[in-house]
């Protein structure tokens, strides 16, 4: 089976893996799936799970899509208008009830560019996974980059410092003093095939990485969904989803790309919340939780030994 399939293989059993445990932890409300085709070639399976005990709203996508290179798109990549093109992800967001949970947000993608010969010409893998808190508890984030870290290693030590800083450099909105959209975790995009690193060994990768996520996000979730918490918690974290759609909008990578390559909207602003707000120059009370989440919006070091 070539790489792309194997891919594309392990990206629909993980998505139905990620739906299942989603829902037995919600215990309330189930996924809608929305299968959808793309114009220009492919398509893919859109779930939603929203008003839940747990989970105020959620997406895990899967797409496969092909065709022709947008013009934009070959000109970013320096290649003839000619080419084509296949990418094959999933991606999700999670938005939590309870604002002492964090929201996640994970995606896996591989890409394929074929010369006029119809050939494989480029390829590559990216992805990632990172945590956004409301509130800082110190332990759920060293266990989510534990989780990664420990994921990562196999393949080489150098690995998860060296994606750890990349999350810390991308997942900011600059336009924002520079301020991180939450605790990081790990983040690659480019991983093409080279003689040390063969296109299989990026794939192992690939899937020992995404394979880590539940076991990275769900022990976080059963700390915390049953804390109480007060209308002010709540406007706190609906204050900090405004610096998530923030991001998104402007900065991030996968929206623009599904934008210029005709995606589907809905599923691509599927990462957003359902409810935000912007206050004008907030600032939160000294010595608070809301103020504590501020001083830990930087790069550090989560695993202490």
Not at 206 to 218: D, E, H, I, M, T
Request: proline fraction near 6%; aromatic fraction near 14%.
């Amino acid at each position: 089976m070539s790489i792309k399939d194997q891919f594309i293989s392990f990206i629909h059993q993980l998505q139905n893996d990620i739906c299942q445990q989603l829902e037995t932890m919600d215990g309330k409300t189930k996924f809608r799936e929305d299968r959808w085709e793309r114009a220009g070639g492919g398509g893919g399976i859109t779930r939603v799970i929203a008003d839940g005990n747990v989970f105020q709203k959620g997406g895990v996508n899967t797409s496969v899509v092909h065709g022709q290179l947008p013009a934009v798109m070959a000109q970013q990549f320096k290649v003839p208008d000619s080419s084509s093109f296949l990418a094959a992800g999933i991606s999700l967001v999670i938005h939590p009830q309870n604002p002492f949970v964090p929201t996640v947000h994970a995606n896996w993608r591989y890409f394929e560019l074929y010369g006029e010969d119809g050939q494989v010409a480029d390829s590559w893998f990216g992805g990632g996974a990172d945590l956004t808190p409301y509130y800082v508890f110190e332990e759920d984030g060293a266990h989510f980059h534990r989780t990664f870290k420990e994921a990562c290693d196999p393949f080489g030590k150098e690995l998860y410092p060296l994606y750890k800083k990349h999350c810390d450099e991308y997942f900011v909105n600059k336009h924002r003093n520079n301020e991180a959209r939450g605790i990081g975790g790990i983040f690659y995009d480019y991983l093409r095939p080279q003689p040390e690193r063969t296109a299989e060994a990026l794939l192992q990768f690939q899937v020992a990485v995404g394979s880590a996520f539940l076991q990275s996000y769900l022990p976080v979730v059963a700390r915390r969904k049953d804390m109480p918490y007060t209308e002010a918690h709540t406007d706190w974290q609906e204050y900090r989803r405004g610096r998530y759609v923030e991001f998104n909008l402007i900065h991030d990578r996968g929206t623009l790309f599904g934008l210029k390559t005709n995606g589907r909207i809905e599923s691509i602003l599927m990462s957003l919340p359902p409810r935000a707000r912007w206050e004008y120059d907030f600032q939160p009370e000294p010595g608070s939780g809301e103020a504590k989440l501020l001083e830990y919006l930087k790069p550090r070091e989560w695993i202490k030994d």
